[in-house]
């Protein structure tokens, strides 16, 4: 992990440092060579650190209120609402730090996207990312089960459900996880147990994200690799940690507005009347960030096959580094990768859109072209593009085309041909 | 090696890989199994309902096992509607007279098979059920016509105490 020696100056330092390399850690952290173009679309790694710590505090905080019991989940909520101190601003922001911490996410794997940052040799790194946005989205679903509200229920009893279409076993398998034969109290309380445990799976495996970062170093919006250290890089510390410090406190002023002018727009008005097991609510949607994949489960007519476009359209992304087969990982250089990469964009939140609307009419069509779009982006876009497309002559190194007064690959291209 | 008979150390690996392994399921299997359904929630198997005041065309919904169950008087009309359905028409073929044996009482569980929701009375293409979660359509005999549910509505095992109560479970 260290690619520099380190000794620290005191005699008691080295006499600890001996021991646990504390210190040689924190040196690594500091030193840490980072590409000098970075721009701050890669400042949401921070982000998202902050967002989970954000999530455990409040989440331990909340938990010392919160009862996990089918008859006092939901009047508890409210305790914490009403009557425990701070406790609205506490729960405000738990439930819209999830959004966020949704938000950073998408631009954090939209960002790996577009300058190709999955590829070689950061197939473990993305993989890890992966995981761990699958545990973000069970700890979410969870999350969203404890106030018991009619959404929590329906959405429980939905998302569950999903397992049942499992040929023989499905049912077994939805009784094995409710504790009965609809979702109810052993339910809720595996539920809250889960919720509480997934944050810890994801802050390990966060370190294991960095640490696998810190083995290649990080890519940067050229997408070329570079000399570390050398005239390419500047120290974590100070440089990045200001940058990303800045882009946090600008984060921080969106997640504010959430929390203080509309903390409940991202919710549902529904979740504020207690569970009912008689009663389906109208419209059951899930939360914002989940649409895209509702979208695509509601396209398919058949249940099993459903749950399997659902579970694919995620899983396909672990198969990213081998599906794109063009060996240049910035997006800047690939003319026609940089198209279909906004056409993606597009397919996505036209998916999340659909999502929220009723699956019927022309909302059905859309949804079903859309869903189709985005398995054609990754299995044939993206393995035929690394063959076919002609690529731009990539700069010999980051600081090129920095001194050629303009990072475009055009303004690097124009000055080769002067040459 | 290959020509070799298995020695007895070979022998000794096997075996101790093999029992570890049934301790390993031994010990692992309590923990997987308590979260089954309790011995509390399959004690509130059996539900009994009393439907001496129902009017022909009425549905109520009791609670069986936490899931609602439909208890539907139907109307001769509406008998006549699900008796004359050809098989042929169906996803999940099964005749009405399968489905309720008293044809004037349909009894079922009120959960949609495709995840879930509860179904709204009198409501759909077919004069049954609608769900409006994901857009699935039931018959007057609770049957799949529309939609992405895989079967029809579930029937429970069920059985007239009396002329005026019914026992589901």
Redesign the interface.
């Known amino acids: 992990m260290s690619d520099h020696e380190y000794t620290p100056k005191s005699k008691f330092g080295k006499w600890f440092n001996d021991r646990l390399p504390l210190l040689s850690l924190a040196s690594h952290l500091t030193d840490y060579p980072t590409p000098k173009n970075l721009n701050y679309w890669w400042t949401f790694g921070g982000i998202l650190t902050f967002c989970l710590i954000t999530q455990i505090v409040t989440g331990l905080t909340l938990a010392m209120h919160y009862i996990a019991h089918a008859d006092m989940a939901f009047e508890s909520v409210e305790h914490i609402m009403r009557d425990v101190n701070y406790g609205w601003l506490i729960r405000y922001i738990h439930a819209n730090g999830a959004s966020m911490f949704f938000l950073a996410v998408y631009i954090h794997i939209f960002r790996s996207l577009f300058y190709g940052s999955y590829k070689s040799p950061r197939e473990i790194i993305w993989i890890l990312g992966i995981i761990i946005y699958l545990l973000m989205m069970a700890a979410a679903f969870m999350g969203y089960v404890l106030p018991w509200g009619q959404m929590s229920f329906?959405g429980a009893?939905?998302i569950?459900?999903?397992f049942?279409a499992i040929p023989l076993v499905g049912e077994g398998i939805v009784?094995?996880?409710?504790?009965?034969?609809?979702?109810?109290n052993?339910t809720l309380t595996?539920f809250f147990t889960l919720h509480y445990l997934i944050p810890f799976l994801i802050l390990g495996l966060v370190v294991l994200h960095i640490w696998a970062l810190h083995v290649p170093g990080n890519n940067n919006p050229v997408g070329i690799d570079i000399k570390k250290p050398s005239k390419d890089t500047v120290p974590f510390h100070p440089y990045i940690v200001i940058k990303d410090g800045f882009a946090l406190l600008m984060f921080m002023i969106v997640f504010a507005f959430f929390v203080f002018y509309t903390p409940n727009i991202l919710g549902h008005a529904d979740n504020y009347i207690e569970a009912n097991?008689?009663?389906?609510?109208?419209?059951?949607v899930p939360e914002w960030y989940l649409l895209p994949f509702y979208a695509i489960l509601?396209s398919?007519?058949?249940?099993?096959l459903?749950v399997i476009a659902m579970l694919s359209a995620i899983l396909i992304l672990a198969a990213l580094p081998w599906l794109d087969t063009s060996k240049i990982r910035s997006a800047v250089f690939r003319p026609l990768y940089k198209q279909f990469y906004w056409i993606l964009v597009a397919d996505v939140l036209i998916l999340g859109y659909v999502g929220a609307m009723?699956?019927?009419g022309l909302y059905l069509l859309i949804a079903r072209v859309a869903t189709g779009y985005y398995f054609i982006h990754f299995l044939v876009v993206l393995p035929i593009l690394g063959f076919k497309e002609k690529t731009m002559p990539l700069p010999l190194s980051i600081t090129e085309p920095v001194l050629g007064g303009s990072p475009m690959a055009s303004a690097v291209k124009k000055k080769e041909s002067l040459n | 090696m290959s020509d070799k008979k298995p020695e007895r150390r070979e022998f000794l690996f096997t075996a101790s890989y093999a029992v570890g392994a049934v301790g390993v399921g031994a010990v692992v299997w309590p923990l997987i199994d308590q979260m089954n359904p309790d011995a509390s929630v399959k004690a509130l198997a059996s539900t009994e309902v009393d439907v001496s005041t129902m009017e022909p065309g009425k549905t109520i919904t009791v609670l069986w096992r936490g899931k609602p169950v439909f208890i539907k008087r139907r109307t001769s009309e509406e008998i006549a509607e699900a008796r004359a359905v050809k098989m042929e028409d169906l996803k999940d073929p099964q005749k009405d007279e399968d489905r309720a044996k008293n044809p004037e009482w349909l009894v079922m569980v009120g959960v949609c098979t495709h995840l879930g929701c509860v179904p709204l009375n009198d409501k759909g293409d077919y004069n049954g059920w609608f769900c409006p979660c994901h857009g699935s359509h039931y018959d007057t005999s609770g049957r799949i016509r529309k939609g992405p549910a895989p079967t029809n509505m579930e029937i429970p095992k069920y059985e007239f105490v009396n002329s005026n109560t019914i026992k589901i479970g």
């Not at chain 1, 097991?277 to 059951?284: N, Q």
């Not at chain 1, 398919?300 to 099993?304: E, F, S």
């Open positions: 329906w009893t939905v569950t459900n999903l049942s009784n094995w996880l409710w504790g009965g034969y609809s979702v109810d052993p595996r097991p008689l009663v389906t609510p109208a419209h059951i509601r398919v007519p058949d249940k099993l459903g009723p699956a019927e």
